[in-house]
């Protein structure tokens, strides 16, 4: 009988070990997690100060602007639009922060300007600039998003049109 207590006790004492094993495994599985999606949260305001400067609503800019689509936000994620945006030397300063930390206006500035350097690239390669591909609805990150070839043919027309007026208001300004 006492030979069944002492071995109860070991299958009890290697319980408790297996237990705090996986409890450690389990926790740090779980900081893992957790650091591997903070800059992926952070990033929620860049998305939002695309929105705004492009005028675009949330069900067609999401984390796909800079994400490929499938794989969800991570850094290891980027697309070839957020490896561009990541890249531009004013970015810096603001990445790899912390999904508590919150944004001043003028870094939210700092990425509207980012933005516009880019708007004249055409980061997917597939035709449209990232300015028109904002405009259009399509994702400026992905080549298979492509805004509609006569939509895009309108926008350069207008856009053409708009910029050949330009040279006329600066005429008049300086006219008065």
Known sequence: MARLEKSGMKGTKAMQRSLKVALAVLIIAGAACTWLAVPAAAQKTF??????????????????LCHEAKKGPSRKTLNVFGKSL???????????????????????AVVAKALAQLED??????????????????????????????????????AAAAKAKEPDKKKTEEKK
Do not use: H, W
């Open 47 to 64: 998305l939002a100060v695309a929105r705004r400067q492009y005028n675009v609503d949330e069900r067609s800019a999401k984390c796909t």
């Open 86 to 108: 990541q890249a531009e030397k004013i970015m810096e300063p603001l990445l790899n922060k912390n999904s508590s930390y919150v944004f001043t206006a003028e870094e939210q």
């Open 121 to 158: 690239q055409d980061a997917d390669g597939d035709g449209a600039t990232n300015k028109e591909e904002f405009a259009l609805g399509s994702i400026p990150g992905d080549p298979d998003s492509k805004p509609d070839p006569k939509a895009l043919e309108a926008y350069r027309k207008a």
